[in-house]
């Protein structure tokens, strides 16, 4: 069966320094999808990168990448010079096909 | 990007009531469309998933009867919740994709549905 472990409920980090946020993934399935996605505390889903297995390069949108380690199953959200804007809910995703979601992490950047 | 329209955002009604959430796909043809339940402070919990033109799966422990979800055009599925009561309180949040597992999901804003 395929899982999706976040193990960090909540974060702090600094305004303008780096954080990273783990996610963990067990599947049999050769071929799959990670994604990460936000939620705000008005509750909207916001699409932030996405890794394909069989992706040689670790995926990167902007101040996000992501830190893919395929032998380790893991998928990890770095996330550079945080802002406020970015306290949130983050939630680490597969779809093998539907989109299944880890627990979340509720990141709060302090000023 | 692609948008996904979800209305109504927020419904208060009394026990016993049936409360239809509609998802629309605005600029693009959702093959399959997603249902999400999520409670405080939880994860999204897959419901079901349906195919345009083809009946629902639902995952397990989700009632069929009470969570009626139609999917007729490649725009348009709704969730209809049956006979509400508190207990099915919650926010509810749909999604859309084109084909294939490399296609990000893109999520409506969600209904918050409350149940007197």
């Known amino acids: 069966a395929q899982k999706i472990t976040q193990t960090q409920p909540g974060m702090f980090v600094q305004e303008k320094e780096a954080v990273t946020l783990d996610c963990t993934y067990d599947?049999?399935?050769?071929?799959?999808?990670l994604f990460w996605y936000k939620q705000p505390s008005s509750g909207e889903m916001i699409f932030l990168i996405y890794?394909?297995?069989?992706?040689?390069q670790n995926a990167t949108e902007g101040r996000y990448s992501l830190n893919f380690q395929k032998a380790r199953k893991s998928a990890n959200l770095v996330i550079s010079a945080s802002q406020l804007g970015d306290s949130a809910m983050y939630f680490c995703?597969?779809?093998?096909?539907?989109?299944?979601f880890g627990a979340g992490t509720r990141l709060t950047v302090k000023p | 990007g692609a948008v996904v329209s979800q209305h109504p955002s927020r419904v208060i009604c009394k026990s016993g009531t049936s409360v239809k959430i509609e998802c629309r796909s605005l600029?693009?043809?959702?093959?399959?469309m997603f249902w999400y339940r999520q409670f405080p402070k939880q994860s999204l919990m897959l419901m079901a998933t349906?195919?345009?033109?083809?009946?629902?799966?639902?995952e397990q422990g989700v009632e069929k009867d009470k969570f009626l979800i139609n999917h007729a055009s490649l725009t348009l599925s709704t969730l209809t919740v049956t006979s509400a009561h508190p207990e099915d309180s919650s926010f509810y949040i749909c999604s859309a994709s084109g084909q294939g597992r490399y296609q990000p999901q893109h999520f409506g804003d969600g209904t918050r549905l409350s149940i007197l």
């Open positions: 890794q394909g297995s069989y992706d040689q």
């Open positions: 600029d693009f043809q959702a093959t399959t």
């Open positions: 995703a597969m779809r093998i096909p539907s989109m299944r």
């Open positions: 349906s195919n345009e033109g083809s009946k629902a799966t639902y």
């Open positions: 599947t049999s399935d050769p071929s799959y999808g």
